[in-house]
């Protein structure tokens, strides 16, 4: 066979890549990045809306201890008044008039409790669309970080049977062959032979090549790329073999 020594780089090259497609998925891996930046756009978006909320809260929490907290003393000195354990006059007059101003502070508490939760109820709508979404995103983007953990282990699998097999592969291969290869490779980032397209051109880089190279090629003949250097091969050389 005319192009053995060639057909021996080929097999190399189908090796190498497939290694350069399982490390290139590897690395694309959606680990759910674009969700997680949607969240914090969402976040940003409705900033406002949520402190605003969260402020809320903590202000209706404050009104309510303290209407809870006048209520009871109220009950509390009610009970004194006329549990007859308090009979003076004076004491009578002070425990009325602190009646009056915990009725007070009581009252105000729940005319600010009524207008907060007027203003409660339209935002905490918003809020929980908003916070909606964000669980949307949030198990989305957990979905696609534990599939990409998955298509990791299997593509670390892959890589691994695939290069169990290329030493081999590599020995096979003829020196002088094996050093332009390797050049091309350093040079290119991928591997060091393309093939010849249908139109006659390196289906690597896309240069045409001429006419004599071809010729060259299909005798069985070193022949690089003028442009990216790598080895030039025809791929139905590669089949009937
Ligand atoms: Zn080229």
Not at 50 to 67: P, V
Not at 108 to 122: F, G, P, Y
């Amino acid at each position: 066979m005319k192009d053995e020594a060639l057909y021996q780089l080929f097999k190399l090259h189908e090796i190498d890549e497939q290694l350069i497609t399982i490390k290139n998925r590897a690395e694309h891996l959606d680990l759910g990045k674009r969700e997680k930046a949607a969240i914090k756009k969402v976040q940003a978006d409705y900033a406002e809306d949520l402190s605003h909320y969260k402020e809320l809260q903590t202000q209706l929490n404050t009104e309510r201890i303290r209407a809870d907290q006048a209520a009871e003393k109220i009950k509390k000195f009610n009970a004194q008044l006329y549990d007859g354990s308090v009979t003076a006059s004076k004491e009578i007059n002070n425990l009325t008039k602190e009646i009056q101003m915990l009725e007070e502070i009581g009252m105000d508490a729940e005319l600010k409790i009524e207008q907060l939760e007027a203003e409660n109820q339209s935002l905490s709508k918003r809020v929980s669309k908003i916070n909606a979404k964000i669980e949307e995103l949030e198990s989305q983007s957990e979905a696609k970080r534990k599939q990409a953990e998955i298509d990791h282990v299997e593509l670390k699998q892959a890589f691994a049977e695939t290069g169990a097999k290329r030493s081999e592969r590599e020995a096979a291969v003829r020196a002088d062959i094996l050093k332009i290869y390797n050049n091309a490779r350093k040079l290119t980032g991928s591997t060091g032979l393309a093939l010849i397209t249908l139109q006659h051109r390196c289906q690597a880089c896309g240069i045409d090549t001429p006419e004599k190279t071809r010729e060259f090629v299909r005798d069985g003949k070193i022949q690089q790329c003028e442009s990216c250097r790598r080895i030039l091969f025809y791929r139905e050389e590669a089949i009937e073999s």
